[in-house]
């Protein structure tokens, strides 16, 4: 090639580059910024199954706002399954005429209007697990109906999905939801069957990483052709796990069962651990009449900034005496959240001598040396203080949990 023509011929490269970037869906991406911090927010299914309807929708985001959840950080307003009515002629997706009969536009209006925001679900197969019209070979089509519509958030489900490769199918739908052009998080909901903390980083701002969740502290229940899991069968199926997750992308433990039957005690640590393991957090219960306990434990300031640390670095368990286990998360400013977790059936008695511990993370390269640099704690259910100078001291109920603040004195 001459000198004369090589600006020509860079110009020319130069522009078959930016065109195969602009049109191929092989260079899509998912929108960024949607969940630099784990998504808040509250979703229809954990209470209300397929009996819902846009006046409960309005009411929960109504109650969202008067009762604080709103201030607190909860901002999804996630409609679950069976809102579906038909497809048309065209094999355009409507809801259900009787039970949204003013429309989604007008319900996403409703919520904006608050300061909320509104998710919907679909399923990558041909029908939803609640036997509704599912996504398959509309995904394109579904996405521009939900951009129309005023969507924010998309949970995509995995029933009847036999024969489906799970990453090229929930590709599709990231995809899709470029190509219709508003921004909406992406909450892939295939229950870690695929391993999808392995693909999904680029693909979904989260990832469901085991089944269903049930209220009972340490439980499998049967729900027939499944099994859904207690508290703690979900906290032991993160194992192995954090190193998958960070900003923009989420292990997702399902949607909390706070308020739904557990203890008081049961909710605290159930909260607890999906603080600090950077979990979502999207509430399952009915939060237009809740106890104030419950509204508590959800609207914990201390418990949340813990979750929503920017930092975005999940807690794994570095110590295990007889029923307490003891879990690390590291925060952004060089701070650290302690979770405490009486798992055994008995009251137990916390004696940690910070002094024999240093802590070493080989995924965020962060340690704690508390014999050399002090700390000084808040734990965030009682707001009792302390410091690591001295031995931490407690009686923990059954089930009950210490959620700790550290914040270095020097
Ligand atoms: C699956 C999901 C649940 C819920 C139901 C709806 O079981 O895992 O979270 O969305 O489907 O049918």
């Not at 557990?262 to 939060?287: C, K, T, Y």
């Not at 952004?332 to 979770?339: E, I, K, P, Y």
């Amino acid at each position: 090639m001459t000198q004369a023509l090589k600006p020509l011929w860079l110009a020319a490269t130069a522009l078959a580059g930016s065109l195969a970037l602009w049109s191929g869906s092989a260079h899509a991406q998912k929108f960024d910024g949607l969940a630099a911090t784990p998504q808040m927010g509250w979703n229809s299914w954990n209470t209300f199954a397929c009996d819902i309807n846009e006046q409960l929708i309005r009411d929960t985001a109504d109650a969202m706002v008067a009762n604080g959840l709103k201030d607190a950080g909860y901002v999804y307003v996630n409609i679950d399954d069976c809102w579906h009515g038909k497809r048309d002629d065209k094999g355009v997706i409507h809801p259900d005429p009787v039970r949204f009969p003013s429309g989604m536009k007008a319900l996403a209006e409703y919520v904006h209007d608050r300061g909320l925001k509104l998710g919907i679900y679909s399923d990558a197969g041909a029908t939803t697990c609640g036997g509704k019209p599912g996504s398959r070979g509309h995904e394109y089509q579904d996405a521009i109906t939900y951009a129309e519509w005023g969507i924010d958030y998309i949970k995509y489900d995995w029933c009847d999905t036999k024969g489906l490769n799970s990453a090229a199918a929930y590709t599709t739908m990231r995809d899709a939801i470029r190509a219709a052009g508003r921004p909406m998080l992406l909450s892939i909901c295939e229950w870690g069957d695929t391993r999808p903390w392995e693909w999904a980083k680029d693909v979904g701002h989260s990832w469901r990483t085991t089944g269903d969740i049930y209220p009972c502290w340490d439980c499998e229940f049967s729900q027939g052709s499944f099994s859904a899991w207690g508290v703690t069968r979900i906290l032991d199926k993160q194992a192995g796990l954090r190193q998958h997750a960070g900003p923009g992308h989420w292990n997702d433990m399902d949607m909390l069962v706070v308020g739904k039957g557990l203890s008081e005690d049961e909710d605290r640590a159930h909260f607890s651990a999906w603080a600090m393991l950077a979990s979502p957090l999207i509430l399952g219960n009915d939060v237009r009449s809740m106890p104030a306990t419950t509204r508590r434990i959800l609207t914990n300031a201390g418990a949340i900034a813990v979750n929503q640390d920017r930092l975005g670095v999940p807690a794994w368990r570095f110590l295990q005496t007889g029923d307490l286990e003891y879990w690390a998360k590291p925060l952004a400013d060089g701070d650290w959240a302690l979770m405490v977790l009486n798992r055994g059936a008995q009251a137990a008695p916390v004696s940690f001598d910070w002094g024999a511990y240093h802590i070493n993370d080989d995924f965020s390269k962060r340690t704690a040396d508390f014999k050399r640099q002090p700390y000084a704690w808040t734990e965030v259910w009682s707001g009792r203080r302390g410091d690591t100078t001295r031995k931490l001291s407690a009686q923990l109920p059954s089930h009950g949990v210490l959620l700790l603040r550290l914040k270095s004195k020097t």
